[in-house]
């Protein structure tokens, strides 16, 4: 249930920023030291006992979701840990023996001065009790990340689950764009409504904004995106009853603020969209999600008019931008709407990242649908793996939308809103992510590329906010732990 990772003060001094930007940790340990079960496991990061620092700090917190790791060597494993949180309040592991039982302290003592100690079941229980008798803070955190180690799998064989799963990556994908690290996503519970949508089911972190959950009429775009207001009678336009699930992620001067919008009932549901939003340069690029079938040799999709009437409306959504009138407007093509055909292995859980598949531009699909390449042995067009030689993977797609080189041109939130509606109203699962940049405010067109493309620009933001905590702790990280 317990890990403890004992590092030196050098070297938890040199990986700060890393743990602030990236919220995740890699060890390289002896496998033989690893525990036999894959039960996740709690982790504390500490500082190793010596002669300059005989206290031994608690200084960080997280969760070993794989506790065998990932072999590296004939002898060695690499374990990860993720949803790494600072200490919320002072832990000095040294004076914090006495609160132990005295059969788990001779192991705690040990694992101070060692490396990576694993703790047996009932020592773990002895730890995490008297920890959790510290500080209301810390209890908090402690519960949140025992809750998080578990997540909820997909069970593909559910229409819900395979909807959720969608949603997922499309708010994954959303995330990836903005920087934000993907893990906190992962922290799930299926939720008791099979037609609730993704977020309904995020296990809330102790001391960020809370999830708020509400019916989308009452959702409108305003100077925090979405807001309360009213529709102006208790269905959407067309009659659609809305569900609106909306999650505000902060990180290193990133802001995203995603709502996931449902309009019909799980069973309905033609599929996800994703709907990112760069509100700086008025831009946005929607993906839709088609899902192929997992096993290898079988990743293809036959083309049918239900498909052919999808690309009709995403044309219609491409009509939305303008043309460019200034450089930062300028963009690779005209081409704002994207199909994702994706697949997900059977054996996937609820955290891999954004699905494997490839992404393809409309006008590029109908000139697919034309050609030779996709007409099937037996008749019938098919797209997917086998039939389409070229297309963009995650990393390819998601660099290009990162540095504003797809997506349209003047498109105001309200428009946004109205597409989402719209999208939700025609059947789809629609993940909206606003991007919004909380430092320096209104993220110009020059910041962003040098966020993107600037050697060690986080690090050095990272460098600067944990400074200003220094001076200041009612400002930055620290905040998540105020009253």
Request: with cysteine.
């Amino acid at each position: 249930m317990v890990y403890v990772i004992a590092l030196s003060a050098e070297e938890l001094d040199r990986i700060d920023t890393d743990l602030r930007i990236k919220q995740s940790f890699t060890k390289t340990v002896a496998v033989a030291s690893l525990p036999r079960d894959q039960t996740p496991r709690i982790t504390l990061l500490v500082t190793r006992a010596s002669a300059e620092s005989d206290e031994c700090p608690l200084v960080w917190l997280g969760v070993v979701r794989r506790p065998r790791g990932e072999k590296v060597a004939a002898v060695d494993s690499r374990i990860t840990v993720e949803l790494v949180r600072e200490c919320p309040v002072q832990v000095l592991m040294r004076s914090f023996l006495d609160k132990v039982p005295r059969r788990a302290r001779h192991t705690l003592m040990r694992a101070l001065s060692g490396e990576v100690t694993v703790f047996g079941d009932e020592d773990s229980e002895d730890v995490l009790k008297a920890l959790a008798r510290q500080h209301d803070l810390l209890r908090r955190t402690l519960d949140f990340l025992g809750e998080a180690a578990e997540p909820d799998p997909f069970d593909p064989r559910r229409a819900e689950d395979r909807s959720w799963q969608e949603q997922y990556d499309m708010t994954r994908l959303g995330l990836a764009i903005g920087n934000i690290p993907p893990a906190r996503l992962a922290a799930w519970r299926r939720p008791s409504d099979p037609n609730a949508p993704h977020l309904a089911g995020l296990i809330p972190e102790p001391f960020e904004q809370g999830l708020i959950e509400n019916d989308a009429r009452h959702i409108e775009f305003g100077d925090d995106v979405f807001t309360e207001a009213g529709w102006p009678s208790g269905n959407g336009p067309t009659g659609a009853s809305f569900r609106c699930d909306i999650q505000v992620f902060e990180h290193l001067g990133s802001r995203i603020e995603v709502a996931n919008i449902n309009a019909t009932p799980v069973e309905g549901r033609l599929g996800a969209d994703l709907i990112y939003y760069h509100e700086a340069t008025q831009s946005f690029i929607l993906v839709q999600a088609k899902r192929l079938p997992p096993a290898a040799g079988t990743r293809w999709m036959y083309v049918d008019k239900q498909l052919l009437g999808q690309l009709d409306r995403l044309d219609e959504v491409a009509a939305l931008s303008r043309a460019p009138r200034a450089p930062h407007e300028w963009r690779l093509g005209t081409d704002p709407c994207f199909v994702k055909l994706a697949y997900w292995p059977l054996e996937e859980t609820v955290d891999p990242g954004p699905a494997p598949g490839m992404f393809l531009p409309v006008p590029y699909v109908r000139l697919l649908l034309e050609d030779d390449a996709t007409q099937g042995p037996n008749g019938g067009t098919r797209l997917g793996y086998g039939y389409v030689d070229r297309y963009l993977g995650n990393t390819e797609f998601t660099a290009l939308v990162k540095n504003g080189l797809v997506g349209t041109v003047g498109t105001t939130l309200d428009e946004l809103r109205t597409l989402g509606m719209e999208r939700a109203e025609e059947g789809m699962s629609v993940s909206i992510v606003v991007d919004r940049a909380t430092a320096p405010p209104r993220e110009t067109v020059k910041e962003r590329h040098k966020r993107n493309h600037a050697r060690g620009y986080d690090k050095n933001l990272a460098a600067r906010m944990r400074r200003r905590q220094s001076r200041d702790p009612g400002t930055g990280q620290q905040s998540l732990f105020g009253p």
